[in-house]
C-alpha cells in the first residue's frame, strides 16, 4: 500500500476543469502516456507510482519513457497545472473522479497472469473510496485474463472499502491499443475504443471521456472487454509467425517474400477483413483444406518447419471432433443434418466438413436424415468424389449413401430425430430451431446474440 506523499504530489494552483479528474495508477509505458494524452484533452490527472524516478520525472513534465511527443504533452500538462505526481495512490483516489489502473500484469511461475499487483493496488483504492462520498469509476487498463477485474479486483475493493459495486463506485475494463512509437497519435486515433461496463453511469461518463477522440465507442460487457485484448495481441503474433513462416517456405524456392505479402496485403476483401473471422464449423471446400495440405507437403520436401501452417488441419480436426462429441453427448440415436454443402448457397460437398461428422456418427450406430437445399437426390455426387479420392475420408465413405439420407423438406429431416445439428444459418433452419425442444447443436451461430438462442441450443464456440 502507498503511504507517503511526495513533494511533488498536487499542484494547489490547478485550475477547475468541468471535465472529470483522473487518477492514473502505475507510471510506466501505458500508464505515461494515458496521463499526458489525458491532460491534453483537459483532464486533471494524477499520476501514481511507487517508483520515485517516475513520480518526479511526471512531476516535472519530463517523459519516463522514449516516446514521440510525450515529452511536450507532459510539460504542457504540468505547465497548465494539469498535471501532478504522486506515490500515494488513496488520496489520490479521494481527489478524482476516475481511477486508471496500469501496474504490471507479468507472467507468473505457472505461465499465468501475476495478479499481485491488481490485488495492492485493488486494495489501496478501496481505502481511498472508503474516505469519498461521491461515485467514483475505477478503470483496469491492464491485460488480464477475463474474469479478473469482477473476480479478482472488485472483491478486493469491496473488503477494503466497505463499498458495493455498481451502486457505490462503478468498474470499467478499457483495454489500450497503443503501438509503442506512436502512441501518442494512437491515443488521439484509436483503432477502436472498448468501453466493458456493468452500469449504465460509468458507461456513460467513460463515453464523455473519450468523446473528443471517438464518437463511437464499442460498448460491451466487461469480460468480452478483457477477451479482445488478448484476442489483439495474439492476432498480431500469428500474423508475425504466418509472415515468418512465408519467408522461410519462400527462401529455399527463391521466391521474394516480401513481394508475395505486399501482394497479399492488398486484398481487403478477404485476406485483411472481417471475412472468415467469425467462430463457427470447420473450414472445407475445393480450395483450403487441398493448399494447407500442398504448402506443408512443399514444406516437408524442402525440410522447412512450419509449426503454424502445419498445425492447421490438427485444429480443423479438432473442430470436426468437437461437434460430432457435442452430438454424441445429446445420447441421440436418430439425429437430423441441416446444411450439407460446405458452406450455405452451393451444392459443393468436396470436403464438407459436416460429412466427417456423419461418418463418425454412422460409425457409432447413429441414423442420419439430412437436408440441404442445393443438394437433391440429382446432385452428381459421385463425380466430386473423384476430386478428394486421397482427401475426404467422409465424403468417399458416404458417397453411395447420401441419397438415401436426404429428405425432401427439413420439417421432414427434423420430423423423426432426436437431436439436430445445424450446420449452415438458413431462415428455416432457424426457423425449426426455434420451434423444437430438441437438442439442437448449432455450428453456424444462427442468433447474432446468446441472449436470444433457445435454452435446447448449444453452440460450437458460444
Known amino acids: 500500500m502507498l503511504h507517503q506523499t511526495t513533494n511533488t504530489a498536487f499542484h494547489p494552483q490547478a485550475r477547475v476543469v468541468s471535465r472529470p479528474s483522473v487518477s492514473v495508477i ?11 494524452c489525458l491532460a491534453g484533452l483537459g483532464h486533471r490527472v494524477i499520476g501514481v507510482d511507487l517508483d520515485p524516478v517516475k513520480v518526479d520525472a511526471i512531476a516535472t513534465g519530463r517523459a519516463p519513457i522514449h516516446e514521440k511527443d510525450l515529452d511536450r ?51 489501496s483504492i478501496g481505502e481511498g473510496l472508503a474516505r469519498k462520498a461521491a461515485f467514483h469509476v475505477v478503470v483496469m487498463r491492464c491485460s488480464i485474463p477475463p474474469g479478473t477485474t469482477l473476480d479478482v479486483m472488485v472483491p478486493e475493493i469491496e473488503a477494503a472499502s466497505g463499498l458495493k459495486v455498481g451502486a457505490d463506485f462503478g468498474v470499467c475494463f478499457n483495454p489500450e491499443f497503443l503501438r509503442e512509437g506512436v502512441a501518442v497519435e494512437d491515443f488521439h486515433n484509436p483503432p477502436k475504443t472498448v468501453i ?115 498445425a492447421l488441419e ?23 443434418v441441416l446444411g450439407l454443402a460446405f458452406k450455405p448457397g452451393t451444392d459443393d460437398l468436396r470436403e464438407s466438413p459436416i460429412l466427417e ?14 437436408h440441404d437445399p442445393a443438394i437433391t437426390a440429382e446432385t452428381r455426387i459421385e463425380a466430386q468424389l473423384a476430386y478428394v479420392v486421397h482427401a475426404a475420408q467422409g465424403l468417399g465413405q458416404l458417397a453411395t449413401g447420401l441419397r438415401d439420407m436426404l429428405a425432401a423438406d427439413a420439417s421432414d429431416a427434423v420430423a423423426g430425430a432426436d437431436a439436430i ?27 447474432k446474440s446468446r441472449a436470444n438462442q433457445p435454452s435446447n441450443l448449444c453452440g460450437i464456440g458460444w
Open 421 to 447: 445439428i445445424v450446420t449452415h444459418a438458413h431462415p428455416d433452419y432457424r426457423a425449426l430451431a426455434a420451434a423444437t425442444d430438441k437438442p439442437v447443436i448449432d455450428v453456424a451461430r444462427l442468433w
Open 196 to 310: 466493458g461496463v456493468t452500469d449504465d453511469v460509468t458507461a456513460d461518463l467513460m463515453c464523455k471521456l473519450y468523446a473528443d477522440v471517438d464518437a463511437d465507442p464499442v460498448v460491451t460487457s466487461i469480460e468480452v472487454a478483457e477477451m479482445v485484448k488478448y484476442v489483439d495481441n495474439v492476432w498480431h503474433a500469428t500474423k508475425v509467425t504466418f509472415a515468418n513462416e512465408v519467408g522461410r517456405l519462400c527462401k529455399p524456392l527463391d521466391v521474394d517474400s516480401h513481394e508475395v505479402m505486399d501482394i497479399f496485403v492488398r486484398d481487403t476483401k478477404l485476406n485483411l477483413s472481417p471475412y472468415y473471422l467469425k467462430p463457427g464449423f470447420a473450414y472445407g471446400g475445393s480450395c483450403l483444406p487441398k493448399e494447407v495440405r500442398a504448402v506443408t507437403h512443399i514444406a516437408r520436401n524442402l525440410g522447412v518447419d512450419l509449426p503454424l501452417i502445419g
Open 73 to 123: 504533452l507532459l510539460g504542457d500538462g504540468v505547465a497548465d497545472g494539469l498535471i501532478s505526481a504522486t506515490n500515494d495512490l488513496a488520496t489520490a483516489v479521494v481527489e478524482t473522479d476516475i481511477t486508471f489502473v496500469s501496474v504490471g500484469t507479468p507472467t507468473a511461475e505457472d505461465g499465468g497472469c501475476d495478479d499481485r499487483y491488481i490485488r495492492a493496488a485493488a486494495r
Open 26 to 36: 502505475g507510471l510506466g509505458y501505458v500508464g505515461a502516456v494515458s496521463t499526458a
Open 357 to 370: 461428422v456423419i461418418a463418425e456418427l454412422q460409425e457409432a450406430g447413429i441414423e442420419i436424415t439430412a
Open 314 to 336: 490438427r485444429s480443423n480436426a479438432t473442430q470436426i471432433a468437437e461437434a460430432a462429441r457435442l452430438v454424441k453427448a445429446t445420447g441421440a440415436r436418430r439425429v437430423a
